[in-house]
């Protein structure tokens, strides 16, 4: 195609010299605590973010400032698998330069948000110093490779976190960009110039992000069916691996009113051996680098290339490219994508605290919950190693059966297992506002609220220790994972929101749109009468996405193309 | 107005003789009409006898020093050179600043009029003088006859210890005193006034026959400003900090109905502001004078209700004969008991019962407060900024409040109307448009800053000019952030460096930054850059200059005293200037 049809984003990829551009002079500009929007496309492909407290908008431009600009940093931690010396590092700099806060993402990571940018190379050297950084955490590359967190099955969870920290340095950009920027590593003469630094992706990356994760059935708390690339364990009787089936094509990001984007459930194109997995997997990357749509970028995800070009073109070309095909998928089993709380016994030995963390926000909270100086006196005692999950939760792993009365006891001390409802405990909520620049509603500061509202109903019906998955986003684009959810809601505008249900628990099947444009007391209001009849008409162990179907609240969605259709209320309640 | 001088009446010429002059002297300008004077006065010198025609006797000369920073030494300097005149001297006003030492002793006859700033210091101009003055080498001053007027403010525990300290030293290097001292407070007019109408009495020739002496008329200088107390109406009302940060920086934009004071980049405005209702109610009470309305509204508009001098002190015991009180200034703790206290502290603390007359004597009439001027007439017309930070801090388990800065951003609003007097500073202005300029403006220091970089834009200046900022959150307290960074890209401000000192792990002031841009500056100064400080006085304005001093030191291999040197010579070739408060 004509390089006119380009996007912006492509050529700028392509003049920035391996992601240089004009960083380095933007991040020394004394003047302004942003950069040029330039800079802020190739900030991203270094993992940050350049972001602006929007609670102060209103006021700024009338006191003659800029924009309250702060930087939002996020790791790269494949797995989310964290020492307790790495974790103190995080502490130290959150309480410095981030206000006091670190936030667990969907993805098993942590960001950093407000970090003045002046304070950035310095936070960004004491990551690197306890062998962390933030490479391509954000832009048009392979970001954080997701695996199962759940630390019961010892053995396969290491093979599969190994497997995952193996793939993110695989497809980790070459450029010595981000050493020479920000942690004044010495200049690679010419490499700006050169042809040959990334061998993978070349000089304009992705067109879009790319993203991976390994699931380990029953367990599918990655969301394996919304990775763009998922790899689903298969298990053999003596607990080895035997090898992976593979999902292509999943993703959540949409726009209100475009149908033409949609959210996507991942197919399972077939099954590949352990040794095969990282030819499959280049395969994959580079077939998308080749076939992904670079002049629109709300069209350049893979799974809108797998819908163009259909799934035997695709697996025909992984064949090809991998030099071998797929065999036949493997049956497969998912019981849920959420988290089990408290204490496990893994099969090492060994114990494993998974503990709630509302919305993945650690924070020392005026109603003294003290997350954030909890999990620092845990980390300074903890001997294993800390866990982050696709959930926004945090495992304590590998804990000795003689030091679990420590750790309960920090725990107990900083009242970190403030009691929840099961809904809540199911529940997650993306960043949105203040710091969110997509955000349309209010997010993260809002859920617990609704929560406690919707808990009032479900107690009133005797549903209170029932798991049911809430989500919420502050937009459409998808965060937190919301159209695999059997409740989500999904932000439309300041206070508004589109109500979806009827997502498989274990995360197999989206949800519907139910209700639009609902303010608070609508989505009670809302859901009121279906926790009423789930109460009353379910079956014994159905799931209330299931049920939400049967019951003919909502149409099933089959897969992303019908997700738009046959929209709204469908029985009158 | 160009202060037309007409030949009075009275003058010893025939009618005819005084329209002649007058067609001549009329017209004249100020420097025709002083070089006439000067050329007569030559004339009388040389051809010594008296001419019987017109018998005015040749002026004795009179050396009128004065040390001030915010010129009201210099205005009394200017009023003591009138009436000297009307006496038949022939007055040399000397700004201390230049006063050439050596040269003192010839004076037979001298006065020094000199303020005390900072803690006791003298006016940032006078201080090198002044220490020369101080040190061995000052010359002996044997057969000179001198007098000297302080200016203060009672508020300082340093009570006019300059305008003390040359009294003395003056006597001990043999002059003679024939005037006595006066100290003076904030309101000085009146005793001020008085003082000179003495000392003129002292110093005039005692034979003057005051009668027959010619007035000679210099008019007033050239286009004088009004400096009149005018109204004016406060436009905008914006506090420049974000809302989370601790501090208050109010941004007033003052429009004038007509009377603009014609100010210039670099003067101040005096502001006169009324004191905190909530304040004077609350000493009231504990006065036992609530309820006095008339009172209530005279100290709240017109009274200083919060300083509290040792002079208060004095006054307390003296008027209500309070024990305890006199007992504190007995002790000879008085001093330490009111550091950090206010009248309110000495009212509560020792409680009786006082009279309107009583409360009224403790306090002194309420004085205006200066503040910079944030802008320039050619940008923005008959408009004048005002940048004032509110004053709040706690001391002995109180809230305290600064009177005029509080005035400003609790209880002035927009709309509201406020009374003000141009302060001119021709100390503290622009030097020719082709010069450049450093400006070291932390805080509200800041502020002529925007009224120079406004100016230098509208006039197209050539110069370049640096700005030196600093404040405590890069996000929460850049102020007039937006303005700076329009000001560079549209040339008006050539370079700029912020120091923020709550931001980053190491604390950094603009004499940080000054330092690590040292090279660059020494070689801005090195091309004739005029350098200019406004803002704290107490640490900053010092700092500063110790900087440039280690500065010239470093990057010329200078020894400390020649580097100390280079700096004292900007000082007086009038390149090296402060507004510091
Ligand atoms: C922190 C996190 C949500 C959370 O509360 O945990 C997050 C936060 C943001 N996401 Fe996301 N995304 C996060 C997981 C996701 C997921 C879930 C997942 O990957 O499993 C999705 C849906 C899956 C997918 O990619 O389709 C997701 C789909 C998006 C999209 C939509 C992409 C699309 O194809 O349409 C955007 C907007 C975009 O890329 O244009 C986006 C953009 C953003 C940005 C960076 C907003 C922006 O571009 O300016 C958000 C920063 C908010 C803030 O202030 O921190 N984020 N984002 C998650 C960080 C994950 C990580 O550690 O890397
Ligand atoms: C030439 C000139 C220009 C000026 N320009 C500006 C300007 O542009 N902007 C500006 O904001 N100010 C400026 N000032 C200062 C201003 O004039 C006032 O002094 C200031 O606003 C305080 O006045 P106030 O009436 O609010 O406080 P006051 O009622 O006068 O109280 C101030 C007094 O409170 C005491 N005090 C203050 N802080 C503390 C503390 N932390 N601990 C103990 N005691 C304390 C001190 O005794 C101090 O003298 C300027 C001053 C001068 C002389
Ligand atoms: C920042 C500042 C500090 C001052 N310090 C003293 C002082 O220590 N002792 C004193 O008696 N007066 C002090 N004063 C009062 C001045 O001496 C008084 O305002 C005087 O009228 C100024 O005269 P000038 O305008 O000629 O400089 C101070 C005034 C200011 C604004
Ligand atoms: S879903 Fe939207 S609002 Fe929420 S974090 Fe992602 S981009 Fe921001």
């Known amino acids: ?573 | 107005m160009s202060g037309f001088a007409t030949i009075p009446k009275t003058a010893p010429f025939a009618e005819e003789e005084i329209d002649l002059l007058n067609r001549v002297v009329g017209p004249a300008n100020a420097l025709q009409r002083a070089w006439l004077a000067g050329f007569l006065a030559g004339v009388e010198s040389v051809t010594g006898q008296a001419q019987p025609a017109a018998p005015a006797r040749p002026a004795e000369p009179i050396t009128i020093v004065y040390a001030s920073e915010s010129g009201n030494c210099e205005k009394l300097a200017n009023d003591f050179a009138k009436a000297a005149r009307k006496n038949g001297l022939k007055p040399n006003i000397v700004d201390m600043a230049d006063l050439d030492l050596a040269a003192l002793g010839k004076a037979k006859r001298l006065v020094v009029i000199a303020a005390t700033w900072g803690e006791g210091e003298p006016p940032a101009r006078a201080v090198r003088t002044y220490n020369e003055l101080m040190g061995e080498g000052a010359p002996r001053l044997d057969g000179v006859e001198f007098g000297v007027l302080a200016l203060g403010d009672t508020a300082y525990v340093e009570f006019c210890a300059i305008g003390k300290k040359i009294d003395e030293r003056l006597a001990a290097l043999g002059a003679k005193r024939v005037v006595d001292r006066v100290d003076c407070d904030l309101d000085f007019a009146q005793p001020a006034s008085e003082w000179i109408g003495g000392a003129l009495k002292v110093l005039a020739p005692p034979d003057a026959d005051r009668g027959r002496v010619i007035e000679v008329d210099f008019g007033k200088p050239v286009a004088s400003p009004n400096t009149e107390i005018v109204e004016a109406e406060v436009s905008e009302h914006i506090n420049l900090n974000s809302s989370r940060s601790a501090k208050e920086t109010v941004h007033l934009a003052l429009t004038f109905d007509g009377a603009m004071p014609a100010y210039e980049p670099g003067d101040s405005l005096d502001l006169y502001a009324e004191n905190d209702p909530a304040y004077v109610d609350e000493l009231l009470k504990l006065a036992g004078l609530a309820g006095d309305d008339a009172l209530r509204a005279e100290l709240i508009k017109s009274r200083d209700v919060t300083t509290l001098s040792l002079k208060t002190l004095e006054t307390h015991a003296e008027k209500t004969g309070h024990h305890y009180v006199k007992a504190l200034i007995a002790d000879g703790q008085a001093k330490e008991w009111i550091a950090g206290r206010q009248l309110i502290d000495l009212i509560s603390y020792f409680p009786i019962a006082l009279d309107a007359e009583k409360l009224r004597a403790l306090t002194r009439p309420l004085a205006p407060r200066a503040y910079s001027i944030a802008s320039s007439r050619r940008e923005v017309g008959d408009e004048a900024h005002l940048l004032i930070s509110a004053v709040r801090y706690d001391s002995h388990g109180r809230a305290r409040k600064g009177v005029a800065s509080n005035y400003a951003a609790e209880r002035l609003k927009k709309g509201g109307r406020v009374r003000v007097r141009l302060k001119p500073n021709k100390h503290f202005a622009l030097p020719a448009s082709d010069k450049d300029i450093v400006m070291i403006g932390p805080g509200t220091g800041v502020a002529p800053f925007r009224a120079f970089v406004q100016e230098r834009r509208a006039t197209a200046a050539k110069g370049r000019s640096w700005l030196f900022f600093g404040d405590r959150q890069f996000t929460h307290d850049f102020l007039y952030q937006l303005d700076w960074q329009e000001a560079l890209k549209d040339g008006a401000l050539t370079r700029m460096d912020v120091a923020f000192s709550r931001d980053t792990p190491d604390k950094v002031y603009v004499q940080d930054k000054m330092w690590e841009q040292r090279r660059d500056l020494i070689e801005w100064l090195d091309g004739g850059a005029h350098f200019y400080v406004c803002g704290d006085a107490k640490a900053m304005a010092k700092d500063v200059r110790a900087t440039l001093v280690r500065a010239y030191a470093d990057v010329k291999g200078l020894s400390p005293e020649a580097a100390e040197q280079s700096v004292a010579a900007l000082e007086r070739d009038k390149r090296y200037l402060q507004d510091t408060y």
């Open chain 1, 1 to 573: 195609m004509a390089d006119k049809d380009l996007s912006p984003m492509e050529h700028l990829k392509a003049r920035s010299r391996y992601l240089r551009g004009d960083l380095a002079e933007d991040m020394a500009d004394p003047l302004t605590g942003g950069v040029s929007e330039d800079s802020a496309q190739l900030l991203k492909f270094h993992g940050m973010y350049l972001q602006d407290d929007r609670d102060l908008r209103p006021e700024r431009t009338k006191k003659k400032l800029e924009k309250a600009f702060g930087f939002m940093i996020r790791l790269r931690l494949p797995g989310g698998v964290i020492a307790p010396k790495q974790w103190l590092t995080l502490d130290a700099i959150a309480r410095e330069f981030a206000g006091d806060t670190l936030r667990l993402t969907t993805r098993q990571t942590f960001q950093l948000h407000g970090v003045l940018k002046f304070n950035v190379k310095t936070a960004l050297k004491r990551i690197n110093a306890v062998a962390l950084d933030t490479i391509a955490a954000c832009g048009d590359d392979n970001r954080g490779v997701m695996a199962v967190s759940n630390p019961h099955q010892s053995r396969v969870h290491a093979e599969a976190y190994d497997l995952a920290c193996r793939m993110s340095l695989h497809f980790k950009p070459r450029t010595h960009a981000y050493y020479e920027i920000f942690l004044d590593g010495e200049k690679v003469a010419g490499e700006g110039e050169r042809d040959d630094v990334e061998p993978i992706y070349g000089k304009t990356y992705m067109p879009r992000k790319f993203k991976i994760g390994f699931a380990v059935p029953p367990s599918n708390d990655i969301d394996v069916f919304a990775q763009d690339l998922g790899f689903i364990a298969v298990v053999g009787p003596g607990g080895e691996i035997e090898g992976w089936n593979v999902a292509v094509g999943g993703g959540m990001g949409m726009t209100h009113g475009e149908p033409e984007t949609y959210p996507r459930i991942g197919d399972v194109l077939g099954f590949c051996r352990p040794d095969d997995l990282f030819a499959v997997a280049e395969a994959v990357v580079t077939i998308q680098r080749d076939w992904g749509d670079r002049t629109n970028r709300k069209h350049a995800r893979l799974k809108y290339t797998l819908d163009d070009r259909g799934a035997d073109a695709f697996r025909a070309e992984i064949a090809k490219r991998a030099g071998k095909a797929l065999e036949p998928a493997r049956p497969y089993a998912f019981t849920s994508n959420g988290d089990r709380y408290g204490w496990t016994e893994g099969d090492n030995g060994k114990h494993h605290l998974t503990l709630f963390i509302e919305n993945g926000r650690l924070r020392d909270f005026a109603d003294g919950r003290r997350l954030l100086t909890g999990m620092r006196r845990i980390a300074e005692v903890h001997g294993g190693e800390i866990r982050l999950t696709p959930n926004q939760n945090l495992i304590v792993a590998n804990v000795d059966a003689d030091k679990r009365g420590e750790i309960d006891a920090l725990v107990a001390e900083h009242g970190m297992t403030a009691r929840a409802s099961a809904l809540r405990r199911n529940s997650i909520a993306c960043v949105a506002l203040p710091t969110c620049g997509l955000a349309l509603a209010e997010s993260e500061r809002y859920l617990p609220d609704l929560i406690d509202a919707l808990d009032e109903k479900l107690a009133a019906y005797g549903l209170s220790e029932d798991d049911i998955v809430i989500r919420m986003t502050g937009c459409p684009n998808g965060c937190a994972r919301p159209y695999i959810a059997e409740i989500a809601l999904v932000g439309k505008g300041p206070g508004r929101y589109n109500l979806y249900l009827g997502a498989a628990f274990d995360g197999s099947r989206m949800n519907k749109l139910y209700a639009e444009d609902l303010e608070h007391d609508g989505i009670v209001a809302a859901l009121d009468p279906v926790f009423a009849a789930y109460a009353r008409e379910r079956q014994k162990g159905e799931r209330f996405g299931d049920f939400t179907i049967r019951a003919g609240f909502v149409t099933a969605t089959v897969n992303g193309r019908d997700f738009h259709a046959s929209t709204g209320a469908q029985r009158a309640s």
